[in-house]
Each structure stands twice: as structure tokens, then as C-alpha cells.
């Protein structure tokens, strides 16, 4: 059954799509494959679940989203427009001189961007410093990270997990969009993570596992089982398909950090409709 | 100023100066460790703050990548380990800390050839390379355990990122009357007139001698102790250029990289002399006590009066 709030939450990712196929079309750049795979993933964290406030992003008690696979910045800008933070007519200087909405992401550009990413890897540690910084001052915020399943070949992803439950750290929450492919090729070619369940498990954290990352409603119920996870950092893995929403970018290595043709670009908004 | 018995490390100004400054109430710290911490003495700190320090085990990269995210609440952080081994994250330094500007002090003990014995893999020559690189950080190498200490305190009270380099040999203490440290400012420990003499780190002890030794032969040296490396104080250096005529640099590191290799860029568009630059040449270390292998790499008293004769010898043609 399709409710009502999920009908809204249809459309606010259909705009986000359409934002970040703009965004990339109009700098000629940028990574549309892995943003549009994340994209229920984020719209239904910042309508659902992030503790927030866009008319005040500098809230000492808000939740940190950090967003570790910091080339989805057109996902990230788009997120941040459709709340509130930007106006959408500021999307349109992405990757343009003199804007703030960088390449990749830059902490502070604009407020609501809480790191600076670009290179793998390094968001789970920074975001277990917030969590571990928040618990020293007794807050209970929480912090989600959102990763990619190519970045789990980086080694410091496991220095943070095995370091997160060692500290015994929860309201810590890995996001992990297992879309299949990264920059060359398939991820199983390029060097396979599986078991990634299994691996995070052993590291001594809560995991579900096999979310379709494209399913509003299971994505915001595997949200929502990670927030409440207590004594234990939590990780959701969503399988996702790369470039969802327009059908040949879908599962596509082509379309991870490729723009798209003049042609590419008409088919792709006639296939999202606004 | 002239060397007197005392001898200490400069890595033991670490815990106590933290514990001081957390008692002070003057600043909020976090200090994160890579198992490493009885070594460059921020453990001293985990004994009063348990609650405050956290430890990551032997994990550079997150350690230094999560120091950013507490620097990212406000907390003012100290992450500590051996020079070679904060190397080992530099592009986590450059990510999580330097690009984000975020108030993060690394202090990195054992740096430098003058770790001795253990040889080539613990030595880090090249570590004020990798962190002058760094856009947004400022960088320091204190000469004895007295500035140390008053270069911690002074990082602490700066915002932004810091590298100071501190050493695991007992080494004479200079500032018997006290530290006079100043962010960015030379400090003009000899006055001379015929050439100066720059160091940082152990050198400016070594300099201070060199400058005694070159006096009996008639020559006089001023010794300028430049202990923050970025920014460096290019207006003492012109200053020294215009008025002594020239330069020798003298440093506890690679000698095409360093400390050198900046003053050598400041004045060739401020005002270019004859220098010369003692160092460690184009090679990594080895075993030895800790004065051998200075001895090994020239970084001696004898060194830099050598440059200081043949500088001179440049001036007079």
C-alpha cells in the first residue's frame, strides 16, 4: 500500500533525479550513477529520520549525515535544495567558477555539508571522531555516513569499523550503497567486498542487510531499525541499481563519472518526469 | 645565550603541557593516540583525562581522520605518534584536517635521524616537506624542551592545523631564563654581523657553538633560532641578508626540502646572498647512537661552522 507521505516522498526524489541529471548535463561533469542510486536512500534519511534544521544547520544537538563517497555531490546539493538549505536556482553553478557547490564535497560549502570527501575512504573515521565527540559531551545525536561498496576496498574503512566497536560506539550508523560498480568496472571484477554483511558482522557490528535501496518504505524501515540500534554501531547495506531512473544508465559503468550527451540528456528527462 | 648542563627531550613537554592546558579551562581538548603514547608522552595526559583521549590502536588513517571530526564539534585536538608513522596518513591529513582547516595540533616525537638506533625506517628526514606542503597548516620545531612546550600552548590557543616536530634525544636546554617563542617569529639568540646562521631543531644548539668556534677565528655570526617553519619570518631573514651579507641554514632534515630550501626561496626575491645549507644529503639514515648518526649526515657543530668559512670565503670574492 502506497501511503499518502509516500506519495510526497515519490516526488521529492523524481525532482532530486531531475536536478542532478541538470546539474551534471550543465557542467559537462560530475557523477550521476552513483547519486541516483543513493537517492531514496538520502531523501528518505532527511525526511524521516535526520534530526535537522535547515533555517539553522549550525544546531549544536542536530544529527551529522557525512557523506564518505564524496563524488555524489550532485545528490548531495540536490538533497540540500529540495530541504531548504540552497535555493534550486543555485544548483545550476555546480562545478562553476566561483561556486560553492564544489566538485566534491567541501565541508561548510554550503552550511549542511559536514566534511570534506573526494577521496575514499575517510568517512567513517571522521564521522566516528563526531560520534565519539558527542558522547564525551552527552549528547545523543546520531551520525549516519554514507558510503559506497567499491569504497570498502579502502583499509581505513575497516580501521574505523573495527575501532567503532571497540569503543562501543552506537547512534553511529554506516549507509552502504551496494550499487555493484565503481569507477572502471563491476565491483565483483575490480575487486569483489562480498561477504559484506559477514565482514561487518564480525567486526562487531549490527547489520541488515539485502534493503532495496529503491523501496521507500524499506528503506525508511531499515532507517529506523539503525537509529534505535543501542550498545553496537549499526550498518545498513542496500542493494541499489546505478543510475536508477533512466533506464540506460541503469547498471551502466559508463555513467559513473561521465556526463551526458545532448541526446542522452532529453532522453533522460523524458524518462523523469517532473 | 650559551648552552648550559641542563639536557631534556623535546618530546617531554607533550602530556604535561596538555594536562596545564586542560587545567587551565583555557581550551576543550581531545587527545587521540595510535598506541604510541607513552613514547611521545601524551599518555601523561590519558592518566589525568582518561575521558579525553582516546585511543585507535596502531591506525593512522583513522585516527587522524577522526581527530578531524571531533575538531569538526569544536574541540580543540592533539593527535600524536611518531613523525614517519603521521607520514603514513597524509592524505587523511590533507582531507580530514588541512582542507577543512580543522583545529587539529599533530605532534610528532622521534623526528629526524636523531632517533638513532632504530635505523632508517624510524627516522623522519622528510616529514616538514610533506607538512609545509600542506596549504593551511603552520609548522614548528621547537630547539629545546622549553619551547616545546610554549609552541604546544601557543598551537593550542591558535586555530587551524599544526605540525611540530619533537625529538626522542636528551638535548641541552636553551631558554634556562624562560621561553620566548613567538608564532612566526625568528628569535635572534646571537647577535653578528658577518653572516647569519638560521636552524631550527637541535641544529640551533649546534649553530650556537659553531658561532663560539667561528668568533675565535675573528668571524661574527649571528644565530637566528627559527622554530616556526610556516610561516616563515621572512622579514628577519631580509633583515639578517641585508645586514650580515650571508646565510647558512642548518636543519635535522633532507636538505633540498626543508627548512633550507624556503629561507633559499623567501630571499631570492628579497634579497639574494651567498648561502650555504647543512643538512642531510640526498639519503636516508641508519643505525647508531643518536649523535653518530648526525655525525654520520655532517649535522655537527663543526658542520655548520665549515658552511659558515666557505660562505664567508663566497662573500669576500
Redesign the interface.
Known amino acids: 500500500m502506497v501511503t499518502v507521505a509516500q506519495t510526497d516522498l515519490q516526488s521529492r526524489t523524481r525532482r532530486i533525479r531531475r536536478h542532478i541529471v541538470n546539474m551534471v548535463y550543465g557542467a559537462k561533469s560530475g557523477h550521476i550513477g552513483g547519486s541516483m542510486s543513493s537517492t531514496e536512500i538520502l531523501t528518505v534519511l532527511y525526511d524521516r529520520i535526520l534530526k535537522h534544521d535547515p533555517a539553522n544547520p549550525a544546531w549544536a544537538e542536530r544529527d551529522r549525515f557525512i557523506m564518505s563517497k564524496g563524488h555524489c555531490t550532485p545528490l548531495q546539493y540536490a538533497i540540500l535544495a529540495e530541504f531548504g538549505y540552497i535555493p534550486v536556482e543555485e544548483l545550476s553553478t555546480f562545478r562553476q567558477k566561483g561556486s560553492r557547490l564544489q566538485g566534491h564535497s567541501?565541508?561548510?560549502k554550503p552550511a549542511g555539508v559536514?566534511?570534506?570527501?573526494?577521496?575514499l575512504?575517510?568517512g567513517l573515521?571522521?564521522?566516528?571522531?563526531?560520534?565519539?565527540?558527542?558522547r564525551?559531551?552527552g549528547q545523543d545525536s546520531h551520525v549516519y555516513v554514507l558510503m559506497g561498496d567499491g569504497e570498502q576496498q579502502e583499509?581505513?574503512v575497516w580501521?574505523?569499523a573495527?575501532?567503532a566497536a571497540?569503543?562501543h560506539v552506537d547512534h553511529l550508523v554506516a549507509l552502504i550503497d551496494r550499487n555493484g560498480i565503481q569507477n572502471d568496472d563491476f565491483t565483483k571484477n575490480t575487486m569483489d567486498s562480498a561477504p559484506l554483511e559477514e565482514k561487518y558482522r564480525a567486526f562487531g557490528w549490527e547489520v541488515r542487510t539485502d534493503v532495496d535501496g529503491h523501496d521507500l518504505a524499506a528503506v525508511e524501515a531499515a532507517l529506523t531499525w539503525a537509529r534505535d540500534v543501542r550498545g553496537k554501531p549499526a550498518c545498513v547495506i542496500f542493494n541499489t541499481t546505478k543510475g536508477k531512473g533512466v533506464s540506460f544508465m541503469e547498471n551502466n559503468p559508463n555513467f559513473h563519472g561521465a556526463p551526458p550527451t545532448d541526446e542522452e540528456y532529453v532522453r533522460a528527462m523524458e524518462e523523469l518526469p517532473a | 645565550m650559551t648552552a648550559v648542563q641542563t639536557t631534556a627531550a623535546t618530546r617531554d613537554a607533550l602530556g604535561p603541557t596538555l594536562v596545564r592546558l586542560q587545567q587551565s579551562g583555557a581550551v576543550d581538548l581531545v587527545v587521540v593516540d595510535a598506541d604510541l603514547g607513552k613514547s611521545t608522552t601524551s599518555r601523561k595526559f590519558k592518566d589525568v583525562y582518561p575521558e579525553r583521549f582516546f585511543t585507535f590502536g596502531v591506525a593512522e588513517q583513522n585516527m587522524i581522520s577522526a581527530a578531524g571530526g571531533f575538531a569538526s564539534l569544536g574541540y580543540t585536538v592533539f593527535a600524536s605518534s611518531f613523525a614517519v608513522f603521521v607520514e603514513h596518513a597524509f592524505d587523511q591529513l590533507r582531507m580530514s584536517i588541512a582542507q577543512p582547516r580543522l583545529n587539529v595540533k599533530v605532534v610528532a616525537s622521534h623526528g629526524g635521524v636523531s632517533t638513532g638506533e632504530d635505523g632508517a625506517s624510524a627516522q623522519s628526514i622528510e616529514d616538514i616537506a610533506l607538512f609545509s606542503s600542506l596549504p593551511t597548516f603552520k609548522v614548528g620545531v621547537p630547539a629545546d624542551v622549553v619551547e616545546a612546550e610554549a609552541m604546544i600552548e601557543a598551537a593550542a590557543k591558535d586555530s587551524g592545523p599544526w605540525y611540530i616536530r619533537t625529538g626522542r634525544p636528551k638535548i641541552p636546554v636553551l631558554y634556562t631564563d624562560g621561553p620566548r617563542y613567538q608564532i612566526g617569529k625568528a628569535d635572534t639568540l646571537r647577535e653578528g654581523g658577518d653572516l647569519t646562521i638560521v636552524a631550527c631543531g637541535l641544529l640551533v644548539e649546534r649553530a650556537l657553538r659553531a658561532a663560539d668556534a667561528l668568533a675565535a677565528e675573528g668571524v661574527s655570526a649571528r644565530v637566528l633560532n627559527m622554530a616556526t617553519i610556516r610561516p616563515l619570518d621572512v622579514d628577519a631573514l631580509e633583515a639578517a641578508a641585508r645586514e650580515t651579507g650571508a646565510i647558512v641554514v642548518a636543519e635535522e632534515h633532507l636538505v633540498h626540502t626543508g627548512l633550507g630550501a624556503m629561507v633559499a626561496q623567501a630571499l631570492a626575491t628579497r634579497h639574494p646572498v651567498p648561502m650555504e645549507f647543512v643538512g642531510i644529503p640526498d639519503r636516508y639514515g641508519e643505525s647508531g647512537t643518536w649523535d653518530q648518526v648526525l655525525e654520520i649526515m655532517g649535522l655537527t657543530s663543526q658542520g655548520v661552522a665549515d658552511a659558515a668559512r666557505k660562505v664567508m670565503a663566497r662573500k669576500r670574492r
Do not use: K, P, T
Not at chain 1, 125 to 134: A, D, E, K, N, V
Open positions: 567541501v565541508l561548510g559536514e566534511n570534506s570527501a573526494g577521496s575512504g575517510m573515521s571522521f564521522g566516528l571522531g563526531i560520534r565519539l565527540g558527542m564525551l559531551r583499509g581505513q580501521e574505523a573495527m575501532a571497540h569503543h
